[in-house]
């Protein structure tokens, strides 16, 4: 990599894992509120703090958190990324002093409304700027996925270390210095944002020509012009990605728990759960992946990586349980195959998605990629608490496995009968 990737691959580690470590800090911090709390008062009617109240206030955040992707990504088209990744960071810092402070629970869901709109801007303008700026994309977009497991794993366990001797207020005012410190980076650092954009790649030498994006009318057609495109199976592979992602997580510790060979164990007068700590194992295991997988794009066509990635994945749905079933090396084995394959198809479709895109709509369809996989993703929760409380976890891993094999179908689509430029 030159200086200028450097640069820009450093920025969006940064602001990437500062986006994860605040979105999975907070499921930690769900506990303390609900024994904090007795009620939300929302003036015309009071609710009594519970799970189903508490976890409807949060779910505005991170849906935010995916649906402002679309309108962000609309703006990396007209805007330098870094103002918007400095916005993103000042945003997500100011949010979680707001939460220090907070004096309810309709505070604490104010604060995380801010954090899921600040959040919602990065990837389309993190993304968008790999891909136009960055010569090596593909090992860009490694150490880019890299940073996220990062923040992904230790955000959290983080947060628990510093509750354990902190109030959690101070913890989450502490929080928010990282990102105060990457938005000064994101500010001094010296960038060209259009580094990589060949005059060939959609743009007439500029990424941003061709972008047409100042209106509803030309935000239509200018979709259409997407959807039109190759891109529309990108796009269905990322609801595939974003419902398996959000199905298989959002439970997994729970399902843990449930396994003989995971018993709790006590320590220190202490209780732990070591299911937890596969948990957090295996989303360690997803930094292997996701550079591995950024490496590859470098040298192979990113279909080829849908196609196998997912098709891993369905398997390894269908291996789970029966893994679980075997004994506690068996259920090593798979957790650590589901974090690698879980996390190594991201730079693949990211990836796609520079390949089947004009350099001119890079954030749009970006904008529209992590509304899929951040958006629609998130009715993977409500898709796999519907079938563990119906059904059974069985019938889930089944469900997941499909979605694995649509998404490798899809790939497999791309590869025979749609050739990429690169390729082509």
Known sequence: MNGNDRSIV??????????????????????????????????????????????????VGYALFGLGALPSGVLVDKLDARVLITGCLVGMGLSFLVLAVAPSPVGIGLALVVWGISASVYHPSGLSLISRGVTQRGSAFAYHGMAGNFGIAVGPLVTILLLVVLDWRVVVGLLAIPAAVAAFYAIRVDIDERAAVAETDGGGGDSRAGSGVSSLGEFLSSSKTLFASAFVLV???????????????????????????????????????????????????????????????????????????????????????????????????????????????????????????????????????????????????????????????????????????????LGGVLVFWVPSRAGS
């Open 235 to 409: 796009f269905l592979v990322t609801f595939c990605s974003g419902l398996y992602y959000r199905g298989v997580l959002t439970f997994l510790p729970e399902l843990l728990r449930d396994v003989p060979s995971l018993s709790p164990v006590t320590f220190g007068g202490r209780e732990f759960a070591p299911g937890d700590y596969i948990y957090v194992g295996l989303l360690m295991v997803g930094i292997l992946g996701q550079y591995t997988a950024g490496k590859l794009t470098d040298r192979y066509r990113p279909e080829w990586g849908i196609l196998a990635g997912f098709g891993a994945l369905a398997v390894v749905a269908l291996l789970f349980l029966p893994a679980a079933a075997v004994g506690l090396p068996a259920l090593l084995v798979v957790s650590a195959l589901l974090g690698f394959f879980l996390f190594s198809v991201q730079p693949f479709y990211q990836a796609s998605v520079a390949e089947f895109t004009p350099a001119g709509k890079r954030g749009l369809s970006y904008g529209y990629t992590y509304l899929g996989v951040f958006g629609v993703g998130a009715i993977g929760a409500v898709l796999a608490g519907t079938l563990l409380t119906y059904f059974s976890a069985d019938q889930l891993f089944l469900v997941l496995a499909g979605l694995g094999a649509v998404a490798a179908t």
């Open 10 to 59: 450093g920025l969006v580690m940064a602001a990437h894992a500062m986006v994860h470590t605040y979105e999975l800090s907070i499921p930690v911090l769900i506990p303390i509120w609900l024994s904090e709390f007795d009620v939300i008062n929302l003036g015309v009617t009071q609710l009594t703090v519970t799970e189903a109240s508490l976890g409807a206030l949060v779910t």
